[in-house]
Nanobody, 127 residues
Framework: QAHLVESGGGLVQAGGSLRLSCVDSGRPTSDFDVGWFRQAPGKEREFVAA????????VYADSVQGRFSISRDNVKNWVSLEMNNLKPEDTAIYHC????????????????????WGQGTQVTVSS
């Protein structure tokens, strides 16, 4: 059974950086595609970034393209999200999620295609 845990959130000034990590203590992360989603107060959950099980393909939301980078280490069983040049509008709870691999990369964008979720980590960016 999956048990995803995120870490690395915090408070940072605009322009700063944070690195989030996602670890699954219940099953090998290396067997699954992993995505990051975020939800700000009063807003719907939105896609941030995702990466194939193999690490061969990564996709990003337009709002974070060029600022965020997703990577994974299938030996150490973690996935990270490097966030640079953070903006106040990046403030949200960030969740990692995993899904069984397969299908087109466009499936990575839809939260309904993920079956396991972490509790999230808060990221706050001050102006």
């Amino acid at each position: 059974q999956a048990h995803l845990v995120e870490s690395g959130g915090g408070l940072v000034q605009a322009g700063g950086s944070l690195r989030l990590s996602c670890v699954d203590s219940g099953r090998p992360t290396s067997d699954f595609d992993v995505g990051w989603f975020r939800q700000a107060p009063g807003k719907e959950r939105e896609f941030v970034a995702a990466i194939y099980r193999s690490g061969s393909t990564a996709v990003y939301a337009d709002s974070v393209q060029g600022r965020f980078s997703i990577s994974r280490d299938n030996v150490k069983n973690w996935v990270s999200l490097e966030m640079n040049n953070l903006k106040p509008e990046d403030t949200a709870i960030y969740h990692c999620a995993s899904r069984y691999p397969g299908g087109s990369s466009y499936l990575l964008y839809d939260s309904n295609n993920y079956d396991s979720w972490g509790q999230g980590t808060q990221v706050t960016v001050s102006s």
